[in-house]
C-alpha cells in the first residue's frame, strides 16, 4: 500500500514538473516569437515608413501661402529625351509627353500653392537630373539593389505579399531603369510630394501601321503595402473621375479597372523605392483616332493636362466636394 503510495506520489511529482516544463517552453516560445516578431514589425516599419498622408499633403496645400513651402510636384514626361517609348506613323509617345507635360507645368506654376519640377525638356534632361544622373550613378545602382534585397526580404518573412509574378527577378536594371530609379532617389533627396508619370500606350500587333485593337486611358499607381500606395490611390481617383469624363478608361481587360496597382513598374515605385505617391498616367493608345491630326491632337493634350489639372485642385482644394465619378 505503501510502496503503491509512494510511487503515484513520483508519478504525480513527474506529472507536475512535466507540467511546468511545459509551461515553460510555451512562455518560452511566445517571448520569443513575440520578439521576433516585434523586430519583424520593425524592420518592416523601417522599409514601410509611412509616406506622407492624404491629410498631410492636403494640409501642407491649406498652408502653403502662409508657411511659403508649397507642394512640390515632379512631372516625368515618359522615357529618355531622344529614344524610346510608342511610335506610331509620324507620332512619338515621348514628344506628346513632353507637350502634355509643358501644358501641365504651365497650369501648376501659376498656382503658387505648387513649386513644380519637370525631369526633361525638349532640349533634353533637366540639367539639374542630368548632373545628379552624373554624380550619382554609383549610388543610384546602390540604392535600387538595396531596395530589391530589402523587397525580397520581406516577402521571405511575410511582411510583403507578393502579387506581381514578374517581381524580383535577376536582371539587372538597364541604364535607362536606373534613370529612374535615379529620378526617385532625386525626388526622395528632394523632398518632393507627388511625382506624375506621363505617357501613351501601345498594343503589341502584327501590323504596327495598322491601330491597335484596344483604346482607352490608364492610371498606374503602387502597391497599397508600398509606403506611398494608399496616398498616390486617393490622388489618382481624382485625376481618373475628371479623365473619364470625357475620355473613356481603357478597354483592355487587364487595365479594366482603370487604376491599377502594380508592385513592379519601376515609374510608380517599384521595391518601395519612391517615398512620394508616383501616378503614372497612360493618357491614351498612341494609335486612337484623336491623337492623329496635328490640330485635334494639341487640342486634346491640352485639355488632358487641364483634366489632370482638375484632378490635382479637387485632391488639392476642392475635397469637400462628391467624386465626380466614383470608381470603385
Ligand atoms: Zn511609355
Known amino acids: 500500500m505503501r510502496k503503491k503510495k509512494s510511487r503515484l506520489e513520483a508519478y504525480s511529482a513527474t506529472a507536475l514538473l512535466g507540467l511546468c516544463m511545459g509551461i515553460l517552453a510555451v512562455y518560452l516560445a511566445h517571448t520569443h516569437i513575440a520578439t521576433f516578431v516585434q523586430k519583424q514589425e520593425q524592420s518592416a516599419a523601417v522599409f514601410f515608413k509611412p509616406g506622407s498622408s492624404v491629410a498631410d499633403l492636403q494640409r501642407k496645400y491649406d498652408r502653403a501661402v502662409k508657411t511659403k513651402k508649397a507642394v512640390r510636384i515632379l512631372l516625368v514626361p515618359g522615357h529618355e529625351p531622344f529614344y524610346g517609348g510608342a511610335e506610331y506613323r509620324n507620332l512619338k509617345e515621348r514628344e506628346m509627353a513632353l507637350e502634355l507635360s509643358a501644358h501641365l507645368a ?30 550619382n550613378w554609383e549610388s543610384i545602382g546602390t540604392f535600387a539593389q538595396k531596395q530589391k534585397v530589402e523587397t525580397a526580404k520581406h516577402i521571405g518573412t511575410g511582411a510583403l505579399v507578393k502579387h506581381d509574378p514578374a517581381m524580383i527577378h535577376n536582371a539587372a536594371p538597364s541604364d535607362v531603369g536606373l534613370r529612374l530609379y535615379g529620378i526617385h532617389k532625386w525626388a526622395n533627396e528632394n523632398d518632393i510630394d507627388l511625382s506624375i508619370h506621363i505617357h501613351f500606350n501601345d498594343h503589341p500587333r502584327k501590323n504596327a501601321t495598322s491601330p491597335g485593337k484596344y483604346t482607352g486611358f490608364t492610371l498606374y499607381i503602387p502597391d497599397p ?26 478597354d483592355m481587360p487587364k487595365e479594366a479597372p482603370g487604376i491599377v496597382e502594380s508592385q513592379d513598374l519601376i515609374a510608380v515605385g517599384s521595391y518601395n523605392t519612391s517615398d512620394a505617391p508616383s501616378i503614372l498616367v497612360e493618357y491614351a493608345y498612341i494609335y486612337e483616332a484623336q491623337l492623329q491630326d496635328e490640330a485635334t491632337r494639341s487640342l486634346v493634350l491640352q485639355d488632358m493636362a487641364l483634366q489632370t489639372y482638375e484632378g490635382l485642385q479637387d485632391f488639392f482644394e ?11
Open 106 to 135: 504651365k497650369l501648376l506654376e501659376a498656382n503658387r500653392r505648387y513649386d513644380t519640377f519637370t525631369s526633361r525638356n525638349s532640349d533634353g534632361w533637366d540639367s539639374a537630373m542630368l548632373a545628379y544622373f552624373a554624380d
Open 225 to 250: 503595402q508600398y509606403s506611398n500606395g494608399k496616398t498616390a490611390r486617393a490622388v489618382a481617383e481624382r485625376i481618373f473621375a475628371r479623365l473619364s469624363q470625357t475620355y473613356s478608361p481603357s
Open 318 to 328: 476642392n475635397r469637400n466636394k462628391h467624386l465626380v465619378q466614383k470608381t470603385r
